[in-house]
């Protein structure tokens, strides 16, 4: 196969790290031919999809790129969209493209419709089962209604990620107006608010699924000390554990459903039993988990299972 990345600048991504390079790794050692482009390199000429990439390859630790060419993404046999949040408008129109895109004959993941359908933070409110209590407004009088009936919360903007912008308020917090008014923009900006978990302590838990399935290790991100969050992106530390009953019970009944809106890699965020996030962009923690489980029987490589069920998908 030959699979374009349209990811972030090359030069930003962490090679340690990076979600997006251990799946292109992975594709690599399974025979497959790379290319990146980034997110401005998607355009229409007339009514027509282009896309402008470079091929690439690793060569040990380092890479070769060769010159830019230009082509249809329908020549390729898979578009994979890994441009990290926000999703601004930019975001958006690069949606747009990739639908046209995809009416025209490209294997697009995710599929742009169900990107855009599914907010990384309201798309709990099709799981309610599994949800907290929460609310989403930019009315700061309701936030607070919120607060006086839960005491302790989250909040956070639709549209953040890696734990931008989060903020735990108290019921008798001394800055609650300042970040009301900052994170709404003074009532013009919905946010989401959610009761607080106290299990955060345990770990924010990134369940991957793809194409339905879910990756039978978590990556739980444990809060630094004095931190709320355990976005690894705010200091939080990782750690690989295998998936609960209850983890289970949540990521396949939302996986099910991913599945049947075309969202082909998806990373769930679950604290203690309750599900808080959907992320249907960029999820991460495939390398982590891969690290940490390498010398166990049951060894995990969410990059190659991912490469492996695209190859399994397109076949």
């Known amino acids: 196969m030959n699979i374009v990345f349209i990811i972030d600048p090359i030069a930003t991504l962490k090679p340690a790290k990076d979600t997006s390079l251990a799946m292109m790794r992975a594709a690599q050692r399974r025979g497959h031919g790379l290319y990146i482009s980034h997110q401005h390199d998607l355009f229409l000429r007339g009514d027509i999809a282009r896309i402008k990439t470079r091929k690439f390859n690793f060569v040990e630790e380092n890479y070769i790129l060769e010159p830019e060419a230009e082509f249809s993404p329908a020549e390729f046999d898979a578009v994979i969209m890994r441009k990290d949040p926000p999703f601004d408008n930019e975001y958006l129109y690069s949606t747009y493209l990739l639908e046209i895109a995809q009416s025209q004959g490209a294997k697009v993941f995710n599929d742009p419709v169900g990107i855009r359908g599914w907010n990384e933070k309201l798309a709990v409110t099709r799981f309610p089962q599994f949800t907290p209590e929460f609310i989403a407004t930019a009315d700061n009088d309701l936030i607070r209604e919120f607060l006086a009936e839960h005491q302790d919360i989250v909040v956070k903007p639709l549209d953040g990620m890696g734990g931008t912008s989060v903020y735990r308020l108290g019921l008798h917090d001394p800055n609650i107006s300042v970040i009301l008014e900052t994170i709404t923009h003074f009532g013009k900006r919905t946010i989401m608010a959610q009761r607080y978990l106290p299990a955060i302590k345990q770990g924010d838990k990134r369940i991957i699924v793809i194409n339905g399935d879910p990756v039978p290790y978590a990556l739980a991100r444990i809060p630094k000390m004095g931190?709320?969050?355990?976005?690894?992106?705010?200091?939080?530390?990782?750690?690989?554990?295998?998936?609960?009953?209850?983890?289970?019970?949540?990521?396949?009944?939302?996986?099910?459903?991913?599945?049947?809106?075309?969202?082909?890699?998806?990373?769930?965020?679950?604290?203690?039993?309750?599900?808080?996030?959907?992320?249907?962009?960029?999820?991460t923690g495939m390398v982590e988990i891969a690290k940490q489980t390498h010398e166990l029987a049951d060894a995990c490589d969410p990059a190659h299972l991912m490469i492996e069920a695209l190859e399994a998908h397109l076949a």
């Open 227 to 283: 931190e709320t969050r355990g976005n690894l992106a705010a200091g939080g530390t990782g750690i690989a554990q295998p998936l609960s009953k209850r983890d289970w019970e949540i990521a396949n009944t939302v996986g099910s459903a991913l599945k049947t809106n075309g969202l082909f890699l998806v990373g769930l965020d679950v604290i203690g039993d309750y599900l808080t996030e959907i992320n249907v962009t960029s999820p």
